[in-house]
């Protein structure tokens, strides 16, 4: 058994396999499956459990209660067995994952846009930050890989982004009510596209039937339509070998006497303590989780934290934080009919314009509304008053609320940080993660710019009644930067392959690694390195075998 | 449902008389109060620890602030719910929150509203299919994005 630095838990040892995989989420399937496929020997352990499509929030008559309790993306809330805490009293954004085989694809709305080439080049460009160690161009062929895995709804010809392959399927319908919102764009001259979406447009995938547009996969998609890595990567993983042990904790990474990782302790589902052994680990945690384990996983040859001897594990955490503008227009459109948030998005704002008066930009997410319960409660804007207003206020809005979401280019700063908590454990005593972010004056001022031209296209398309919040509290979902890849090993945690500086058999392919945030979902961009470092391995890392 | 009784920790009568001043009687249909919403109330809130810990915690804080609420007249307990919102508005939420949950579940707020009333699944919805011509003119847009050398 490893010596695992003084820990004194009896445990049962497993037997070595060559890669250990931490999160069986969006990056951990994907980089499972790749390296199965390629005769890896690869175990998982993920501290969730694989989902019933026919028990999502989704399915349930009491989907309304269901996601502000026990499917709420917020795990504060949702307080499973499974979830950990995460003090986030010192930051107004709450983060929010999901914990199980699928990790966040589970709950997340799929919306599928790409980094720009520009993204990739903001020190150089713009003079802030860092450039990443790679390029658009680098990133493309896995990008592509991941989009064929996944399956994309989309169409070509955007003029806001490079071309691309073809998508593997059309847009979804923009339903009268995008259209309705696209018509304030178009009046304005302002970019629009139909979304990039993992979600089926027509049968795509084993199993996977085409979106039959119940407007709630966020809540999990009862129709398989909605890309998740349960269902796409898990199973060509498992069949190709790859090993996943559910409801598995883990403590800590170990390493040996010279410092390389050989393995992971951690608490089965029974509360069995037991270490696995492997050859190499990758991390795939979020970026929240890895850090919070790397952490977790400090030792006599690595006292700061497993690969932190730059003192950056944790530093840097990027959120997007989210600017929600929602109108009520005087048409009645069955806007819960559709997915909430795969209508449409705007770049029109996006690369950097001085004149402005910050550098980068954003990208507009067009949003749906949901039924009575959902716009009673607030939704995205004010809840509907108690008392004698009630029902005419509810009338008005149901089926006729709009919103664009904001997501504006989030920088690194070093005081935007996870650590661990002084005292907040998860269930089984292991230290919880803790986070400070403050927002950056360039944010806010990306949001204010977002905020006034989102008023504008709103009035253009006939909205009334337009409700701003400024900075929405539960948008967590980009958990990025707490471990950023770089080519100088004093200025970064991971080489441009996702390969620590410090450990060269610990690898990270979680959002953890970015550099920046671009202004765009992230699942996409953390799938496709997720693969580029699959594929490292698989060239370069043969030694790895056993 | 008018009952004194007390379910669990939750006192009827005091959650009767905050439904029917959190949401009127409207057209046909009583106020919430009156449309015997409470045991759903208290079963639902039931199904989640955390959620029913605060749930009964606003319905214990609110009665103990106002132990005279169920005889008061109505402007005086808009005035006791307005303050209790604002000095307690995490509770306040879960109390609102679950209220109207459980009134716009109901079928004859459905038949009023005009709701299908269904959950989601597993019939769905049906949706026109994508039509490409609304493409026509951003199409013609030049491409903009920034290239990188």
């Known amino acids: ?546 | 449902m008018t009952t004194n009784a007390k379910r669990g920790s939750v006192d009827d009568k005091l959650l009767v008389a905050i439904l029917d001043r959190l949401i009127p009687a409207v057209d046909d249909l009583p106020s919430a109060g009156q449309m015997g919403l409470t045991s759903e109330i208290v079963l639902l809130a039931a199904q989640q620890v955390r959620f029913n810990n605060l749930f009964e915690n606003a319905i214990d804080s609110f009665g103990a602030a106002n132990p005279t609420f169920t005889s008061s007249n109505g402007e005086q307990q808009d005035d006791a719910i307005r303050t209790f919102e604002s000095v307690s508005p995490e509770l306040f939420c879960a109390l609102l929150s679950i209220a109207y949950i459980v009134y716009y579940k109901d079928s004859r707020v459905h038949v009023r509203i005009g709701w299908e009333g269904r959950t989601p699944q597993p019939d769905g919805n049906d949706m026109e299919p994508w039509d490409e011509s609304v493409l026509e003119t951003v199409r013609k847009r030049k491409p903009f994005w920034r290239s990188v050398d």
């Open chain 1, 1 to 546: 058994m490893t010596k695992n630095n003084g820990s004194p838990i009896e445990k049962t040892v497993e037997e070595t396999v060559d890669i250990l995989v931490i999160g069986a989420g969006a990056s951990g399937g994907a980089a499972t499956a790749w390296l199965s496929e390629a005769g890896f020997k690869v175990k998982c352990l993920e501290q969730g459990y694989w989902q019933d499509p026919s028990k999502y929030a989704s399915a349930s008559q009491d989907y309304e209660f269901e996601m502000m309790t026990n499917w709420a993306p917020d795990p504060n809330m949702r307080q499973r067995d499974e979830d950990y805490p995460v003090n986030d009293s010192e930051s107004p954004v709450t983060p929010v994952m999901f914990n199980g085989v699928g990790g966040s694809t589970i709950l997340w709305t799929a919306h599928t846009p790409r980094f720009h080439p520009s993204d990739f080049r903001v020190k150089s460009l713009d003079g802030v930050a860092d450039d990443w160690p790679i390029t658009y161009d680098e990133l493309e062929e896995f990008y592509d890989l991941n989009d064929a895995v996944m399956g994309c709804s989309g169409i070509n010809g955007d003029p806001a982004n490079p071309p691309r392959s073809p998508r593997q399927m059309p847009p979804l319908p923009l339903g009268t009510d995008g259209k309705k919102l696209i018509s304030g764009f178009e009046k304005l001259g302002w970019h629009w596209w139909p979304s990039d979406s993992y979600i089926n447009s027509q049968r795509y995938g084993e199993g996977r039937d085409a979106c039959n547009f119940c407007g709630h996969n966020h809540m999990g998609c009862y129709q398989r339509a909605k890309s998740s890595t349960d269902l796409t990567y898990w199973p060509r993983a498992l069949k190709s070998g790859a090993e996943i042990e559910t409801g598995a904790r883990v403590r800590r990474i170990t390493t040996d006497d010279s410092g390389r990782a050989t393995g992971a302790d951690y608490v089965d589902s029974k509360g069995n303590e037991r270490h696995q052994g492997a050859r190499a680990v990758i991390m795939a945690a979020n970026g929240i989780g890895t850090p919070r384990l790397l952490l977790n996983s400090a030792s006599d040859t690595h006292p700061d934290g497993l690969s932190n001897s730059t003192g950056l594990v944790g530093k840097n955490l990027m959120f997007h934080p989210f600017a929600m503008i929602s109108g009520t227009f005087p048409e009645k459109m069955k806007t819960w009919q559709g997915p909430l948030g795969n209508i449409a998005f705007s770049q029109e704002f996006y690369e950097t314009d001085k004149s402005r008066g910050f550098v980068r930009g954003y990208t507009y997410q067009f949003q749906r509304s949901l039924g009575p319960a959902w716009i009673a409660k607030g939704g995205f804007r004010d809840p509907v008053p108690w008392g004698k207003d009630h029902h005419e206020v509810l009338e008005k809005r149901l089926g006729s609320v709009m919103a664009m979401a904001v997501i504006g280019e989030d920088l690194p700063e070093n005081h935007n940080a996870v650590d661990l908590d002084p005292k907040l454990t998860d269930s089984d005593g292991i230290p919880a993660p803790r986070i400070r972010y403050t927002l950056s004056k360039n944010s806010r001022d990306q949001l204010d710019h977002a905020i006034e031209n989102a008023k504008k296209a709103l009035e253009a398309a006939g909205a009334s009644d337009i409700f701003v919040d400024p900075m929405m509290r539960q948008s967590g979902w980009h958990l990025m930067g707490t471990a950023r890849m770089g080519d100088d090993p004093a200025e970064s945690v991971v080489d441009k392959w996702g390969q620590s500086h410090d450990v060269d058999n610990l690898f990270i392919v979680d959002g953890s690694v970015f550099v920046t945030s671009a202004a765009v979902n992230p699942t996409p961009t953390i799938q496709a390195l997720a693969l580029r470092t699959a594929d490292y391995i698989v060239t370069n890392r043969q030694d790895l075998k056993g």
